[in-house]
């Protein structure tokens, strides 16, 4: 796919001088769209990229509240060409801004809604636009619009609870670790120095704490370097190498309970995505595929490309999902009295409130659960070390 790029214009139009920027795959195709609206171009060229700054980035969340903002417009009667001036002017982003400006002058000359989104890519992937398309082709684009703001407000929010369980006790850890190193590398020191002068045999435990000390004294830096690299290395692999992804995706399921809490959130995922898809009159076979790409985790992308070749041989939705041992019972039997009752776009919406009010009770328990183990973590290491530098203190107390 042809990567989106920003131009420069300036022109003439009735003997004024106009300028303005646009942004498209093909130059070419934007110069014809600034003569149908009348626009002698007479400099056409790439916009100028900051050295350092590219701009705040357009998140999912952002696109979220876009299409809130459109699926209100036109279920309010405003016709499709002024609805997005109007949220251009309400958009406190400049660059989404801008690309919603460049997708209302595409439409105005008269390209579908779809397609002009399709040019944004990176914004707007096909799953989105799919979703648009059916849409404008059934006449109920407003309808279509509202389900998709629906779907990418849960999702996002889905998104945040998952990562909540992950990022928090990260980051506890990474604080403690960051408070440890301090103590071994610029407090144990000091008390090395007086136990040096002390004329007798220092207890064990202070003996290892001090060697601790020593090695992260003189090589602190490497472990700096290996840390940064492993995390390096792990990013680079998780976005080119599918025998990694599909092992590393496949091992973060198996982990105490953020597995399950990954677990859940890739059903109510695959869950949500299908059932607002099919609701949208896409052909099953067609949505299996884009929520094949929705799914988050390559274990399941493969299980639902499965999932979709035995459709496509004759097979019924639900009893291809038992057949790959990664859909729970109650997935597989909702999606069967779905496909009984000729209502499967209902079930499966259950089916993804449900699991999704499942990660959020267990997000709940695991930070419940966490704190006063993370609070003893910190104080086995932080007092560990602080008991093993004051031992000598009090065994020479004693003593004398």
Same mark, same amino acid.
Request: with cysteine; hydrophobic share 50%.
């Given at each position: 796919?042809?990567?989106?790029?920003?131009?420069?214009?300036?022109?003439?139009?009735?003997?004024?001088?106009?300028?303005?920027?646009?942004?498209?795959?093909?130059?070419?195709?934007?110069?014809?769209?600034?003569?149908?609206?009348?626009?002698?171009?007479?400099?056409?060229?790439?916009?100028?990229?900051?050295?350092?700054?590219?701009?705040?980035?357009?998140?999912?969340?952002?696109?979220?509240? =876009?299409?809130?903002?459109?699926?209100?417009?036109?279920? +309010?009667?405003?016709?499709?060409?002024?609805?997005?001036?109007?949220?251009?002017?309400?958009?406190?982003?400049?660059?989404?801004?801008?690309?919603?400006?460049?997708?209302?002058?595409?439409?105005?000359?008269?390209?579908? =809604?779809?397609?002009?989104?399709?040019?944004?890519?990176?914004? =707007?992937?096909?799953?989105?636009?799919?979703?648009?398309?059916?849409?404008?082709?059934?006449?109920?684009?407003?309808?279509?619009?509202?389900?998709?703001?629906?779907?990418?407000?849960?999702?996002?929010?889905?998104?945040?609870?998952?990562?909540?369980?992950?990022?928090?006790?990260?980051?506890?850890?990474?604080?403690?670790?960051?408070?440890?190193?301090?103590?071994?590398?610029?407090?144990?020191?000091?008390?090395?120095?007086?136990?040096?002068?002390?004329? +007798?045999?220092?207890?064990?435990?202070?003996?290892?704490?001090?060697?601790?000390?020593?090695?992260?004294?003189?090589?602190?830096?490497?472990?700096?370097?290996?840390?940064?690299?492993?995390?390096?290395?792990?990013?680079?692999?998780?976005?080119?190498?599918?025998?990694?992804?599909?092992?590393?995706?496949?091992?973060?399921?198996?982990?105490?309970?953020?597995?399950?809490?990954?677990?859940?959130?890739?059903?109510?995922?695959?869950?949500?995505?299908?059932?607002?898809?099919?609701?949208?009159?896409?052909?099953?076979?067609?949505?299996?595929?884009?929520?094949?790409?929705?799914?988050?985790?390559?274990?399941?992308?493969?299980?639902?490309?499965?999932?979709?070749?035995?459709?496509?041989?004759?097979?019924?939705?639900?009893?291809?999902?038992?057949?790959?041992?990664? =859909?729970?019972?109650?997935?597989?039997?909702?999606?069967?009295?779905?496909?009984?009752?000729?209502?499967?776009?209902?079930?499966?919406?259950?089916?993804?409130?449900?699991?999704?009010?499942?990660?959020?009770?267990?997000?709940?328990?695991?930070?419940?659960?966490?704190?006063?183990?993370?609070?003893?973590?910190?104080?086995?290491?932080?007092?560990?070390?602080?008991?093993?530098?004051?031992?000598?203190?009090?065994?020479?107390?004693?003593?004398?």
């Amino acid at each position: 796919m042809a990567k989106t790029v920003d131009y420069v214009w300036t022109g003439t139009k009735r003997g004024q001088k106009v300028s303005g920027e646009l942004s498209g795959e093909s130059a070419p195709a934007l110069k014809t769209q600034l003569r149908r609206q009348g626009i002698a171009v007479r400099s056409f060229k790439k916009k100028p990229q900051p050295l350092f700054s590219q701009g705040k980035k357009i998140t999912p969340a952002d696109i979220a509240v =876009f299409t809130r903002q459109m699926a209100t417009m036109l279920r +309010a009667g405003v016709p499709l060409v002024q609805g997005l001036g109007m949220v251009v002017e309400g958009l406190s982003h400049p660059r989404l801004a801008k690309i919603i400006s460049a997708v209302q002058d595409e439409v105005a000359s008269g390209t579908a =809604f779809a397609a002009a989104l399709r040019q944004h890519p990176q914004q =707007f992937d096909d799953l989105y636009c799919s979703l648009i398309e059916a849409g404008e082709q059934t006449g109920a684009l407003e309808t279509l619009l509202d389900r998709v703001a629906t779907y990418k407000e849960k999702a996002e929010a889905l998104k945040k609870k998952v990562k909540k369980a992950m990022i928090y006790p990260i980051a506890v850890l990474v604080v403690a670790a960051i408070c440890t190193g301090v103590l071994l590398v610029k407090v144990v020191p000091q008390f090395a120095e007086t136990f040096a002068s002390f004329d +007798a045999e220092l207890p064990a435990f202070t003996q290892m704490v001090l060697r601790i000390s020593e090695s992260m004294q003189a090589t602190w830096y490497l472990y700096l370097v290996a840390i940064a690299g492993l995390i390096f290395l792990h990013r680079r692999l998780y976005r080119s190498a599918p025998k990694y992804i599909g092992l590393f995706d496949a091992n973060v399921l198996k982990m105490p309970v953020i597995g399950d809490i990954l677990y859940k959130g890739v059903l109510a995922r695959f869950s949500r995505t299908l059932s607002t898809t099919f609701a949208a009159g896409v052909p099953l076979v067609e949505a299996l595929g884009n929520v094949a790409g929705a799914a988050g985790n390559l274990v399941y992308a493969r299980a639902i490309e499965r999932v979709r070749e035995e459709i496509t041989g004759g097979s019924t939705l639900n009893n291809a999902m038992r057949g790959t041992g990664l =859909f729970p019972p109650l997935a597989v039997q909702m999606t069967a009295i779905g496909e009984e009752s000729g209502a499967l776009d209902d079930m499966l919406d259950r089916v993804a409130s449900h699991y999704e009010a499942e990660v959020d009770n267990a997000v709940d328990g695991l930070t419940a659960l966490l704190e006063p183990v993370i609070m003893s973590v910190l104080a086995v290491l932080i007092g560990g070390i602080l008991v093993a530098m004051y031992l000598p203190i009090f065994q020479l107390g004693s003593v004398v």
